[in-house]
């Protein structure tokens, strides 16, 4: 069995992992004393340009964001409560199959770039 770092560190960059990964993640307990892996901004967007391009689809987006959702060994930059796990839940939640793609992803850069521009003044 892979170690979950690498296993988390999978699900985290690739939308679409082989079952094989998700298997072997859930033999892990969902338990975790600390975060093993952190979807940053920079894993967000590329995921969004994967979108962007069509070689994403809604709902594999959607399902990217769900798998992540919840996880306690998964930190997300910004910390709890910020811009990537807000962006998250609303990927997993909004039914984004009814917006434009360009449209999508727009709105969610403007999400995580008003929460990096605040961070910045402080």
């Not at 952190?38 to 964001?65: C, G, N, T, V």
Request: net charge negative; charged share 35%; aromatic share 8%.
């Amino acid at each position: 069995m892979r170690d979950r770092t690498v296993l988390v560190q999978e699900i985290i960059r690739n939308p679409r992992p082989d079952t094989l990964v998700i298997e072997e993640l859930a033999l892990y307990s969902l338990d975790c004393d600390a975060p093993l892996a952190m979807l940053s901004r920079a894993d967000f967007i590329s995921i969004l340009r994967q979108f962007e391009s069509e070689a994403l689809s809604a709902p594999e987006l959607k399902e990217w964001a769900n798998r992540l959702l919840g996880r306690r060994d998964v930190e997300f930059e910004f910390g709890q409560e910020g811009a990537v796990e807000e962006a998250l839940f609303w990927l997993a939640y909004e039914e984004i199959h009814e917006w434009e793609n360009k449209q999508l992803c727009g709105h969610i850069e403007a999400m995580l770039e008003r929460r990096r521009s605040r961070r910045d003044e402080t």
